[in-house]
C-alpha cells in the first residue's frame, strides 16, 4: 500500500474508532485542529473536510442538546446522510446491519456513522419532555437518547416507535418550527394567542360606542348625567324614562346595532363600562391627549406669553382661566390657546402668580420662554410692588406685563359715560331692557314694530352686557333702530288698566321724550361707532400689541377730529334729532339757567344747538378722548423699542431709532447673539431691505414682517420680531373661555369635579383635537381591566 493510502486510512480511522462524546452543535474540541495529513495534498485535504462535515452533523452528537428552534432546524437540514452506495457495518453473529431501503419506510429515521446506531431525529432535536413520553407515561430510551443497533428487531421496534403519542406530538412539532423558522406560519405563541387576540379586539369594538357617545357629549356641551344614571341600560322602546344624554344615546344607538345591544344586555354587572367612573375616566384621558397636544404646540413655538383671568362659577368657586398666547411654528399666524380652569383659594397677588408659575410647569411648558403677561386692570394683577404681574417678573423679567387693550377700551368707554347726560342716557335704556323683559310686553312692542314696518332685523331691545364689551355699543344702535316701535308700545302700555305698568310706561315715555335724552342718544350712538370697530378689531387673537395701538391711535385721530370739527359736526347731527323730534312732538328747547346752579351744565347760549353742543357733546368728546388717550400710553412705552423694527420711513434711520434699537437689545441680551455692533448692523441692513419694497408692501405687523427674516440673514430681527407678536393684546380668550364655563356648569351640574370640567371644556373648545378612540383605548389599558383591552 501506497504511503499516500496509508494516510487515508489513518484520517477515516481517527472518526470511526473514537467514542461517542456529548458535543454541541458547533463545538469541535474532539476534532484534530489540523489535519493529520500534509496540507499540500489536495485530495487528502478534500477528504478531510469531508469526514469533518459527516463528524459535526452525525445525529448522535445531538441527543438532549438545548439550542434555538432556528438552530434546531439548521440541524434537522444538515444531518449527514447515508448515500446509496454506503456500506453499513454488520455486527451479531449473524452481520446483520442497518438497511438503506428502511429510510424510504420511515422517514423520520436517522444513522449515525460513528456509533452505528439508529435514531429518530424528530424525538432527538424536538422532544420537549426529555427522558418521559406522552399520553401514558410512555418511556423514552433507544432511538430518542441512545442509539438502537438490534437490527433483528429493528422493523419491530420501529413500527412500534412511530405508533407512540410522544413521537406523534414530536413529529408535529418539528414541522411545526420548521414552518415558522422559514416564516410560512405565525409563531406558536401567536398561534396559541390567537383566540385571546380575538377576544380583546371584540372587546375593544363593544367599548368604541361607549368611548364614542363621551367624546359625542363633550364635544356638543351636554350633560352626560341624569337623575338616574347607574345599573344596566334597558334597550326597551317603551321605556321611556329620562336616564341622561349618555344613557339615552346609547340606547338609541342599541336599537340599529346589534352588537352593541348584545353587550348592553350581556355584560357582567361589574363590567358594563357605562357608570360615572368610566365617564370621568374618558374625559380625564382625553383631556390628557388634548393637553399633550397643545403643549407640544406651544413648546415647539418657543416664546409665549400668558394670559389670566379669574371669574367665579355657579358653585361660587374662583377659577383662573389660564390660556397661552403663542405664534403657529410654521409663523403664518398667532395662536391663542386655553388650558385649564385652576380653582384658586389664595387671590392674593403672590398666591395667583405661584399658582401659574407651578401649573405652567406641573403641564410641562418651558416657563423661561415667557416673554409676556397679560391681564386685566385690577390691583392684585397689575399692582407694581404686590400685583402678579411683580411676583412673575421677579423671576422672569423679561416677562412683560400688558394691560388688557379690550379691559383699556372698556374702562375708557366707561369713565367717559360718567358725564351726566350720558350716563342718565344709558341706565335709561338699561331701565328699558327690564321693564319690556315680559312676555306681554314684548308682544307689544313687536307689534308696534311691525305697524310701524320698522326697518330691523332686531325685535328685542339688547341688554348693556358689563363684560361682553361688544354688546354694549351693538346695544345702543339697536336701540337706535327701535326708538319708534318703543315710544309707540309704551303709548299704547300708558292706556292699560294694570296701573303698575301704566306708571312705569309713562315715565318712561316722558324721558324719551326729553330733549336732554335724544340728544345724548344720538351723541352714543356716533361716538360708539368709532370705539365699536376697535373693540372688535382687538379682540381677535391674530392682532399684535403695535397693531392695536396703531388702531387705537387711527380711532383717537377720528375723534380729534369730531372734537376739532365740533360745531359743524354737532350742527348736522342737531339737525337729525330735530327731525326725529318732530315725529314724536318732542320740544327742543334749553332749560333755564340759574347763577347758582350746579348739578348740570349752566352756561348761557344764544341758541339751543350751542347749549346742547357745549353740555353734551363736547364734554363727552374730550372725556373719551383723554380717557383712550391716559388707557393707551403704557402701551405705546411698551412699543418703543419694537417700533424701530417696522419702520414707516426705512429710507431714514436715526440716532433715536438706534438708541431704542440699543435698548431693546440690552433688555432681550439673553434671547440675541452677538454684539451691539453686529446687532446694530444687522438693523441698518434690515431697513435697507425694506426699502427695496414697494411702500404698500412694508410691514406692518410683526408676522408679515418675520416672512422677509432670513434665518442666516437677520436671525436676531426675527427673534425681536417673534416676541412682539407673542406680546399680549387681551385677554379676550379667556372671556370665551368663561362663557364655555357657564354653559357646562350651570345650576344643573354645579357639582361637577375640575377633572372632569376641565376634560369637558377641552373637548367642547378643541373639537379638532379630539382624540380617536384607538387612542383612548390604548391609555385604558395601561390599567388592569375586567375585560381585557391590551392588545
Known amino acids: 500500500m501506497t504511503s499516500k493510502g496509508k494516510r487515508q486510512l489513518q484520517v477515516l480511522d481517527f472518526f470511526r474508532k473514537k467514542p461517542r462524546v456529548e458535543l454541541t452543535p458547533n463545538s469541535d474540541d474532539e476534532l484534530p485542529k489540523n489535519p493529520p495529513v500534509n496540507k499540500d495534498d489536495d485530495e487528502l485535504q478534500s477528504q478531510y473536510e469531508i469526514s469533518r462535515a459527516e463528524h459535526e452533523y452525525d445525529i448522535a452528537n445531538f441527543p438532549g442538546i438545548d439550542v434555538a428552534n432556528s438552530r434546531k432546524v439548521e440541524i434537522l437540514e444538515k444531518l449527514w446522510q447515508p448515500t446509496e452506495t454506503f456500506q453499513f457495518p454488520s455486527s ?47 418511556k423514552v430510551g433507544q432511538l430518542c437518547t441512545e442509539k438502537f443497533c438490534n437490527w433483528k428487531k429493528a422493523k419491530e421496534r420501529f413500527t412500534e416507535h412511530q405508533t407512540r403519542e410522544y413521537h406523534q406530538h ?68 317603551e321605556k321611556d324614562d329620562n336616564e341622561g344624554n349618555f344613557r339615552e344615546i346609547l340606547r338609541y344607538r342599541a336599537k340599529y346595532d346589534e352588537t352593541l345591544q348584545r353587550t348592553l344586555l350581556n355584560s357582567k354587572r ?78 392674593t397677588g403672590k398666591g395667583i402668580a405661584t399658582a ?40 422672569y423679567p423679561q416677562a412683560i406685563y400688558v394691560h388688557c387693550v379690550a379691559h383699556s377700551l372698556n374702562l375708557a368707554v366707561s369713565n367717559s359715560c360718567e358725564v351726566s347726560a350720558i350716563r342718565n342716557c344709558l341706565g335709561t335704556i338699561e331701565t328699558l331692557y327690564n321693564f319690556f323683559h315680559t312676555p306681554k310686553r314684548q308682544l307689544v312692542l313687536e307689534e308696534s314694530l311691525k305697524e310701524l314696518e320698522v326697518a330691523s332685523s332686531h325685535e ?34 300708558s292706556e292699560w288698566p294694570d296701573k303698575e305698568s301704566a306708571n312705569a310706561a309713562h315715565q318712561l315715555d316722558c324721558t324719551l321724550k326729553k330733549a336732554e335724552f335724544v340728544i345724548a342718544l344720538s351723541v352714543i350712538n356716533q361716538v360708539f361707532s368709532y370705539s365699536s370697530i376697535l373693540c372688535k378689531m382687538l379682540q381677535q387673537r391674530n392682532i399684535d400689541l403695535r397693531k392695536a395701538a396703531n388702531l387705537a391711535e387711527d380711532t383717537i385721530a377720528e375723534i380729534k377730529k369730531l372734537r376739532e370739527d365740533a360745531k359743524p359736526g354737532f350742527a348736522k347731527l342737531f339737525a337729525g334729532v330735530q327731525e326725529q323730534a318732530g315725529r314724536h312732538r318732542i320740544d327742543i328747547s334749553q332749560p333755564r339757567i340759574t347763577s347758582k346752579q350746579t348739578n348740570r351744565c349752566n352756561v348761557e347760549v344764544s341758541h339751543v344747538e350751542d347749549y346742547f353742543r357745549v353740555s353734551i357733546y363736547i364734554p363727552f368728546l374730550d372725556a373719551f378722548l383723554g380717557n383712550l388717550e391716559d388707557r393707551f400710553t403704557k402701551h405705546k412705552e411698551i412699543l418703543m423699542g419694537f417700533q424701530c423694527l417696522l419702520p414707516t420711513n426705512p429710507h431714514s434711520l436715526t440716532d433715536k431709532t438706534l438708541e431704542e434699537f440699543k435698548s431693546l437689545i440690552l433688555f432681550y441680551k439673553d434671547d440675541l447673539n452677538g454684539s451691539m455692533d453686529e446687532l446694530t448692523a444687522e438693523l441698518k441692513l434690515w431697513y435697507r431691505l425694506i426699502a427695496k419694497l414697494d411702500k404698500q408692501e412694508w410691514p406692518k405687523d410683526a408676522l408679515s414682517a418675520i416672512k422677509y427674516c432670513a434665518d442666516d440673514v437677520f436671525p436676531n ?9 407673542v406680546l399680549p393684546v387681551s385677554t379676550a380668550e379667556n372671556e370665551r373661555s368663561f362663557s364655555t364655563l357657564r354653559r357646562l356648569k350651570n345650576y344643573l351640574r354645579n357639582a361637577t369635579s375640575e377633572t372632569r370640567l376641565n376634560g369637558l371644556t377641552l ?7 379630539t382624540p380617536s378612540v384607538e387612542s383612548i383605548l390604548n391609555k385604558m389599558s395601561e390599567k388592569p381591566r375586567k375585560l381585557k383591552i391590551k392588545l
Open 170 to 237: 414530536n413529529v408535529e412539532n418539528a414541522a411545526l418550527i420548521t414552518n415558522i423558522v422559514k416564516g410560512k406560519q405565525d409563531p406558536i405563541n401567536l398561534q396559541l394567542n390567537q383566540e385571546e387576540k380575538n377576544q380583546i379586539l371584540e372587546n375593544r369594538k363593544t367599548l368604541e360606542p361607549i368611548i364614542e357617545t363621551v367624546l359625542l357629549c363633550g364635544k356638543q356641551g351636554l350633560a352626560l348625567r341624569g337623575h338616574r344614571d347607574g345599573g344596566r341600560i334597558i334597550v326597551d322602546p
Open 763 to 769: 373637548l367642547h373648545i378643541f373639537r379638532e383635537l
Open 92 to 138: 451479531g453473529n449473524r452481520n446483520l446491519k442497518f438497511q438503506h431501503k428502511w429510510f424510504h419506510q420511515w422517514k423520520w429515521l436517522s444513522y449515525s456513522k460513528e456509533v452505528d446506531g439508529a435514531y429518530c431525529k424528530c424525538c432527538v432535536l424536538f422532544n420537549t419532555n426529555t427522558g418521559v413520553g406522552l399520553g401514558k407515561h410512555q
Open 356 to 395: 401659574i408659575v407651578d401649573n405652567l410647569k406641573r403641564l410641562g411648558i418651558d416657563v423661561s420662554k415667557m416673554r409676556g403677561q397679560g391681564y386685566d386692570g385690577a390691583a392684585a394683577m397689575s399692582g407694581q410692588f404686590n400685583g402678579v404681574q411683580a411676583h412673575v417678573r421677579a423671576l
Open 270 to 347: 361589574n363590567a358594563l363600562y357605562t357608570s360615572w367612573n368610566i365617564q370621568n375616566e374618558i374625559i380625564e384621558i382625553s383631556n390628557d391627549l388634548i393637553l399633550q397636544k397643545l403643549i407640544t404646540k406651544i413648546n415647539l413655538s418657543g416664546y409665549f406669553s400668558v394670559l389670566v383671568d379669574e371669574t367665579t362659577d355657579i358653585s361660587t368657586t374662583e377659577q383662573m382661566s389660564l390660556c397661552i398666547r403663542c405664534v403657529d411654528p410654521s409663523f403664518t399666524f398667532v395662536e391663542e390657546l386655553f388650558l385649564q380652569f385652576i380653582p384658586i383659594e389664595d387671590v
Open 717 to 725: 430681527i426675527k427673534t425681536l420680531l417673534h416676541i412682539l407678536a
Open 460 to 493: 328685542k331691545i339688547k341688554r348693556l352686557c358689563a363684560t361682553r364689551w361688544v354688546e354694549r355699543y351693538n346695544s345702543v344702535m339697536v336701540f337706535v333702530e327701535l326708538f319708534d316701535g318703543i315710544i309707540l308700545a309704551l303709548h299704547k302700555i
